[in-house]
């Protein structure tokens, strides 16, 4: 039996220090996980449980690289954000082991057509064009947990600069939701499986980046990332 058109590559991500590939199932993002974040976006970071929205697994963009300026906005926003990478699946979750299920971190930027996503939420409609569009998702290699630890049960920093100036600067421990909580409510939600990224969500001062800039983006002991707009 073959595939009657060829199917496409799946998507991957390189491990740091290996030639091995670390394939891309889904990715979930976190929305609003920090509270100067949450009220940057006009809502209320007390009320708010966790939610999610997805990216396909195509976006993924690899570090280094240069995008095209996505067509249909004009404010294609920056969100500099940890990504969990899941190594061993399950449902239900509890929340002591769930950091047994992460394989290792990256650290990834959560572009977004600002301008459709505000457009979509003022009238309730779904967010999946100002989110999920084409290389919408870029993200370092990898770092194994025996390498990299859990840096959100620390303070490590995590900043973006968009060409040398920094925009966005925070910590990790100011997550809203940790990875160990995320995983176990997004698991009671959705079956993880091997290969789910999660981003966990951006700090404050998101903003746009416009054509022929640069970013540069940093969380400490989990690397650091380069994706220029053509
Ligand atoms: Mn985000």
Redesign the pocket.
């Known amino acids: 039996m073959s595939y009657v058109i060829t199917p496409e590559e799946q998507p991957a991500l390189p491990i740091e220090g290996s030639d091995d590939l670390f394939p891309v199932r889904r990715i979930y993002?976190?929305?609003r996980n920090y509270r100067a974040h949450a009220i940057e976006m006009g809502s209320d970071p007390d009320r708010d449980p966790p939610f999610f929205f997805m990216k396909p697994a195509d976006a993924i963009v690899q570090n280094g690289a240069t995008i095209p300026y996505p067509p249909k906005t004009n404010n294609f926003h920056h969100?500099i954000?940890l990504v969990a990478a899941i190594g061993k699946g399950g449902a239900n979750i509890p929340e002591k082991s769930a950091l047994d299920h992460v394989w290792g971190y990256g650290v990834g930027i959560?572009l977004?057509r600002r301008d459709l996503q505000m457009a979509a939420r003022e009238i309730g409609r779904p967010w999946d064009m100002g989110k999920g569009f084409d290389k919408s998702a870029p993200c370092t290699a990898l770092k194994p947990v025996s390498v990299v630890g859990h840096p959100d049960t620390t303070d490590a920093a995590i900043w973006i600069k968009v060409n040398g100036e920094i925009k966005q600067q925070s910590t990790l421990d100011l997550h809203i939701w940790n990875v160990a909580e995320t995983i176990a409510y997004l698991s009671e939600l959705v079956e993880l499986a091997p290969g789910d990224l999660i981003?966990m969500?951006?700090p404050d001062g998101v903003g746009p980046v416009a054509a022929g800039e640069t970013m540069e983006g940093h969380i400490d002991g989990v690397g650091d990332i380069t994706i220029k707009v053509a």
């Open positions: 993002c976190v929305g969100e954000e959560d977004t981003y969500g951006t």
